[in-house]
């Protein structure tokens, strides 16, 4: 089975500042997606990125970007010129890729993330 | 316009009692889960349906019971309420199976007493 583990149960960041996330997951496959989601304390939960693992080009979405690293099987957010509405619990997920698999997310524990001022 | 919707949002409730989670989503997908966050934020999965057709049954006790009527709708019913069943109960859905993202309603927080 696989699994997800984020070591960092609260991290702080100033505004204007970079914060990076770290993932790390464990699988005997070698195709599978990864994701970040974030959830504010408004309770929804929103898609931040999202990596395919045949890709070796790093996933960016604007102030966001991945550094994946397959062979270490490790996935971190780097979140940019951080603002205080990124203040929220992140999420790292992964789904297999394998044909004919139930396409189930599994998460990590969660990051909370503060941004001050 | 609402992608993935819950009702309710907020639920309490007493032990023993049954009650129902509504889901529906107007994104034309095929697949739709339901997720369970505990009080510790931790989200694992219960249950995923395709095409209306049960593709995802973890260790969810048999008091859990989804219903999908078609595939823009997965309706979660809880028979015989505990404690234990206190949670944020999330829909989220996908264009498929494989490989896709998925997105996720506003989540229902369940308050059993």
């Known amino acids: 089975a696989q699994t997800v583990t984020q070591s960092q149960p609260e991290m702080s960041v100033q505004e204007a500042e970079t914060v990076t996330l770290s993932c790390t997951y464990d699988?005997?496959?070698?195709?599978?997606?990864l994701f970040w989601y974030k959830q504010p304390p408004s309770r929804q939960m929103i898609l931040v990125i999202r990596?395919?693992?045949?890709?070796?080009q790093n996933a960016t979405e604007n102030r966001f970007s991945v550094n994946f690293q397959k062979a270490a099987k490790s996935f971190s957010l780097k979140i940019s010129d951080s603002q205080l509405g990124d203040a929220a619990m992140y999420f790292c997920?992964?789904?297999?890729?394998?044909?004919?698999?139930?396409?189930?997310?599994?998460f990590g524990t969660g990051t909370r993330l503060q941004v001050t001022l | 316009d609402t992608a993935v919707s819950q009702t309710p949002k907020y639920l309490v409730t007493q032990m023993g009692n049954d009650k129902s989670i509504k889901c529906e989503q107007n994104?034309?997908?095929?697949?739709m889960y339901w997720y369970k966050q505990d009080s510790k934020k931790f989200l694992k999965i219960m249950f995923s349906?395709?095409?209306?057709?049960?593709?995802i049954n973890e260790t969810v006790p048999n008091r859990f019971s989804p219903k999908s009527p078609d595939k823009a709708h997965l309706n979660l019913h809880i028979n015989s309420l505990e404690l234990g069943d206190s949670a944020v109960y999330f829909c989220?859905?996908?264009?498929?199976?494989?490989?896709?993202?998925?997105?996720f309603g506003p989540g229902t927080r369940l308050l059993v007493l």
């Open positions: 349906y395709n095409n209306k057709e049960l593709i």
């Open positions: 989220a859905s996908s264009p498929g199976t494989s490989g896709t993202s998925q997105y």
């Open positions: 994104l034309g997908h095929d697949t």
């Open positions: 990596q395919e693992a045949y890709k070796q």
């Open positions: 699988t005997s496959e070698s195709d599978y997606y």
């Open positions: 997920a992964y789904r297999s890729a394998r044909a004919g698999t139930a396409s189930k997310l599994t």
